[in-house]
Every structure is written in C-alpha cells, then in structure tokens.
C-alpha cells in the first residue's frame, strides 16, 4: 500500500534509529529498545511473547521447539517505552492554503510525526497519537510492533485541522488521562497559550519535546502594501500596510518569541525544535532530532 505521507524507501531510512527517553522511568514491561540507564551488560535477563512484527532474528527456536509458542530474548539493559505524539491541529496548522503542498505545517508535521511514530513501532515502543482535540476519531494507539507501521499511516490521513486549539487545555486534559506517561512530542506552531499544559505533561512524569512548526513564509513574508488579513481561526480581519520598517519589526518580534519559548523549555529540561517547513522533513529526524538526543 503507497501512502500520501511517505514512501517506504523514505522508512527504511530509519531502520537503525530509536527515540530516547533520558528522563522518563524504565518502562513496566520489558521490550526492545536500549536503556539509557548506566550499565553495559548485555546478558540474557527474560523472555517476552512474540509480537507480530517483532524481528525473528530475536526469537528463541529452543524454547520454541519445546513449548510450540515463540519468545523473544531480553538483555539486561534494554527496556521498552510509551512514546506519545500530541499535534496541534488548529486551523493556523492548515498552512499555506496555496502553492507547495510539502511545505504545509500540518501535512508536514504529520510527516515527522508519522516518521518518529514507524521508528518508535520498530523499536518496541508502545506508541499513542493524539490531535489535540475533543475528538476520538484523532486518537491512535496504543500498539506496538512492525506490524502496526501501515495502520498507522493509514489512520493519520484521516486527521484534520479546524476551528481553535487552546494548547493549554489540550495538553493538560491528555496529561490527566494518560494511562502511562512517557516520552511526548509535541507538534505545533505554538500560537496558542502553552506554559500551562507543558508544565501538566512534566508534573505527570512525562519528558517533552516541542517541534515548533512554522511556513517560510511566516518565518519570511515576502509581502508589500496595503492588506487586509484574516486570522484563519477566528475569522477577524485586520487592516495593515506592510512596508520594509514593518517586515524589520516582524523579524524581530517573530526572534523574540522564539527565544521567549526556547528560554521557557531550557529552564524546564524540555527539548526545543524551532523548524521551517521548508526543510524537508526527514532531515529533522535524521539531522535535527539526533542532535539535542531525542533520537539517536
């Protein structure tokens, strides 16, 4: 099956790569990822069930022959993980409406979402997908295995942007429902109070990521004149004229609140990913997130 958000070559990119969670409690149920916990061995320490999905190279054909079931083996140091991705899917998301499809926030989010998620699956994790809206048909997971990877991206194309996201309420009502806290990425251009539901989602036990997602062309308007803008969300319009002394006071403004977020997740221990949409998406997986050690 092809699916809109990548192709399998694109997957398979990511064979050799695993989140990490450097904060967050070994899991409750043993699985296949290495811990980031001190501590080299790498002796037998049990068995789980075989999971559809799960390499058979990690299967023990002894036992197997003997029971007629098939386990994995465990080493000492590893341990599975729940990884949840929360993306905002606000209106601000649908993002340019017009002109390079790759380059829409939220098509583009999801693409890094799905790409960490097929990761995640590969590795053991237990994965969850959330929308951050009141709505069940934006939820995924939880599941865990290979198995899952074209469910997975079948369901994401099903997701959607409309209307308003307050991401403080969003993030909070998932910290006080989440069965079982864990590594969380967030997805979102941040247009929206966040310090509340960020600080929930740490008081839960969680370690957070904030991908911060933004167009090109928010991060440089290549735009002139006298205009009149319409906040997609709410709908109210706003008159303005747009010369060279008012796109200078965008830039800085547009810095300032960057650094503002980045300053607020530093002094918290949360990862912060300012990007542009314009990079393709799979080098902040394979560049960025390797390089503040949320995947390595």
């Not at 398979?12 to 501590?39: C, D, M, N, Y």
């Not at 996201?165 to 910290?175: E, F, H």
Request: glycine share 8%.
């Amino acid at each position: 099956m092809e699916s809109k958000i990548f192709d399998p070559a694109t997957l398979r990119k990511f064979e050799q790569l695993s989140l990490v969670a450097s904060q967050v409690r070994a899991g409750a149920i043993k699985g296949e990822r290495r811990s980031t916990r001190h501590g080299t061995s790498i002796e037998f320490a049990d068995y789980r069930d075989y999971v559809k999905g799960d390499d058979l190279r990690r299967v023990d054909w002894n036992i197997y022959a003997r029971l007629e079931r098939p386990f994995i083996k465990l080493l000492e140091e590893e341990e599975d993980l729940a990884v949840h991705f929360l993306i905002d899917t606000s209106a601000s998301m649908d993002w340019p409406r017009e002109g390079d499809h790759d380059q829409h926030k939220f098509i583009w989010a999801l693409r890094v979402l799905a790409g960490l998620a097929y990761l995640s699956l590969t590795s053991g994790d237990f994965v969850f997908v959330n929308g951050l809206k009141q709505d069940r048909a934006l939820n995924w997971g939880p599941h865990r295995g290979r198995a899952y990877a074209l469910p997975l991206l079948k369901d994401l194309e099903k997701f959607y942007t409309r209307g308003e996201t307050n991401l403080d309420v969003g993030l909070r009502n998932y910290a006080t429902r989440a069965a079982r806290p864990g590594l969380c990425i967030v997805f979102s251009d941040m247009m929206s109070p966040y310090r509340d539901g960020l600080n929930a989602l740490q008081a839960r036990g969680f370690e957070v990521a904030v991908v911060h997602v933004l167009s090109p062309d928010e991060v440089n308007p290549q735009i002139t004149g006298d205009l009149r803008l319409m906040d997609v969300e709410t709908g109210i319009p706003q008159e303005v004229t747009i010369d060279d002394g008012m796109l200078q006071l965008y830039d800085e403004r547009l810095r300032h609140w960057r650094e503002e977020i980045g300053d607020f997740c530093m002094r918290r221990g949360i990862h912060y990913i300012p990007v542009d949409s314009g990079i393709p998406w799979e080098e902040i997986i394979l560049f960025e997130l390797r390089r503040v050690g949320v995947v390595r």
